[in-house]
């Protein structure tokens, strides 16, 4: 059994920097893929970011190309989410999830653990 636990949020100003990671315990990870998804306030949950495990191919959501970065240790068993130029719109309570498929896709469907989350708020 997977279990997965965010750290790292927190509240930040906007251009802000946050840098979250996700613990994997239950299982050495060698293959799947990770991906963080958020659930902004009266909003669904919506796919931020995601890696394969054995290649470290990313995947992000258009929103955030270019100021998030996802990456993972394999030594450690983490995956970490570095947030840069933060901006309001990103407050969201922020979950990893853990998938067997090797692409880490933005359907939730397809996700077998998931994370307590973490909170991430960014005024303005």
């Known amino acids: 059994q997977v279990n997965l636990v965010e750290s790292g949020g927190g509240l930040v100003q906007a251009g802000g920097s946050l840098r979250l990671s996700c613990a994997v315990s239950g299982r050495t990870l060698s293959s799947g893929a990770m991906a963080w998804f958020r659930r902004a306030p009266g909003k669904e949950r919506a796919f931020v970011a995601g890696?394969?495990?054995?290649?470290?191919?990313?995947y992000y959501t258009d929103s955030v190309k270019g100021r998030f970065t996802i990456s993972r240790d394999n030594a450690k068993n983490t995956v970490d989410l570095q947030m840069n130029s933060l901006e309001p719109e990103d407050t969201a309570l922020y979950y990893c999830?853990?998938?067997?498929?090797?692409?880490?896709?933005?359907?939730?469907?397809?996700?077998?653990?998931w994370g307590q989350g973490t909170q991430v708020t960014v005024s303005a």
């Open positions: 890696i394969t495990w054995s290649s470290g191919n990313t």
């Open positions: 999830a853990r998938t067997t498929w090797s692409i880490a896709t933005s359907n939730s469907g397809i996700y077998y653990a």
